[in-house]
């Protein structure tokens, strides 16, 4: 995975972060939405907190709803957010 | 072909089932849910007053998401017509969050419609609430279990 990803963050996920967006270069090694994550908390201590609870974190990939084991292809957009609460 | 909107502006009901309905003589009947800004005093942390909810949503995804939702019901019931309306930003207790509205020939089909709607919009559409309270506290509305459940009835 040496080409870049564009992470979004929503609701508590992006207080926690601290930005709504960013770009990052993972290494090659990060596959799955489940090894980003891993990768992202290991960032520093904003990332880390953020994903503390991983239980309560969804996730889409291109805009579609995906799950932990989905594969990440370079450019992809990623976004990271609690369960839905609209309606 | 649903009519869905993600706005801040609020919406006229009259004005929304005026549109669905116009010109049109094969509806037999409508199904309608508003969901509204509600100050739950019973709960906990909104024992002061809930000042105001915000919704957030992502934007990109939201519009693709409810299509998705709303093609499904039109698919299911053989809808004749469906408006989803979805605001965002901040809104006060009293005022309306979302609207769906359903047409179709017969009763049952305009109602189980509607109901489906909301049940998978709660559940499937990309938005968040946030609850600000008289007391200056804000904190995230956690998703319900119940919402799930009533999700998955259909």
């Known amino acids: 995975m040496p080409a870049p990803l564009t992470v979004l963050y929503f609701a508590w996920l992006r207080e926690r972060v601290g930005v709504a967006e960013e770009t990052v270069s993972p290494p090659n090694s990060v596959a799955t939405v489940a090894d980003l994550i891993e990768y992202l908390a290991n960032l520093d201590q904003r990332h880390a907190a953020a994903f503390r609870d991983r239980k309560s974190v969804r996730c889409a990939v291109n805009q579609e709803f995906a799950d932990a084991s989905a594969i990440l292809r370079p450019g992809d957009e990623v976004g990271f957010f609690p369960p839905v609460t609209g309606g | ?154």
């Open chain 2, 1 to 154: 072909m649903a009519t869905i909107s993600v706005r801040t502006e609020d919406f006229d009901v009259a004005a929304e089932i005026a549109r669905l309905t116009s010109g049109r003589t094969d509806i037999g009947g409508l199904g309608c849910f508003i969901g509204v800004v509600r100050d739950d005093k019973t709960h906990e942390p909104s024992a002061h007053g809930l000042r105001a909810l915000t919704l957030e949503h992502y934007p990109a995804m939201t519009m693709r998401a409810i299509g998705r939702i709303t093609d499904e019901a039109e698919r299911r019931w053989g809808l004749l017509g469906c408006t989803v309306i979805h605001r965002v930003g901040r809104m006060l207790p009293g005022e309306n969050i979302v609207l769906v509205l359903t047409a179709s020939a017969h009763r049952q089909a305009a109602l189980d419609a509607t109901a489906f709607l909301i049940d998978w919009l709660k559940t499937k559409a990309p938005f968040w609430k946030r609850e600000e309270f008289q007391s200056g506290e804000g904190v995230w509305v956690e998703a319900r279990d119940a919402d799930d459940t009533a999700a998955a009835r259909w």
